[in-house]
Nanobody, 125 residues
């Protein structure tokens, strides 16, 4: 059984930084993609950043240059370093994972099976 546990959300002022983490259990050793989506009530969910077993990454255009995704295979944990946060980054962020997955051509995937409970990020002026 796959479980994803997020941490690191919170409140910050515009231009500030937060680091989200997601600890996974139950995934095939080293062979998976992890990432984050975000969703505001009433809006469609958005892929934010993803990383695969080989360290290939994919980012949404609206976070390129500001967010960095990384992973620790030994700990089965992914991290999302969010810098230069903007008001529009305020929403719920959900960790996702998909076994036996690869990212191709730096394109975000939209077919993740496992989702975390979400962590709130609030950016204020």
């Amino acid at each position: 059984q796959v479980q994803l546990v997020e941490s690191g959300g919170g409140s910050v002022q515009t231009g500030g930084s937060l680091r989200l983490s997601c600890a996974a259990s139950g995934l095939p050793s080293g062979n998976y993609c992890m990432g984050w989506f975000r969703q505001t009530p009433g809006k469609e969910r958005e892929g934010v950043a993803q990383i695969d077993r080989d360290g290939n990454t994919a980012y949404a255009n609206f976070v390129k240059g500001r967010f960095t995704i990384s992973k620790d295979n030994a700990e089965a944990t992914a991290h999302l370093q969010m810098n230069s946060l903007k008001l529009e980054d305020s929403t719920m962020y959900y960790c996702v994972a998909e076994p036996w997955c690869l990212l191709l051509r730096s394109l975000l995937r939209d077919d993740f099976t496992y989702w975390g409970q979400g962590t709130q990020v609030t950016v204020s002026s």
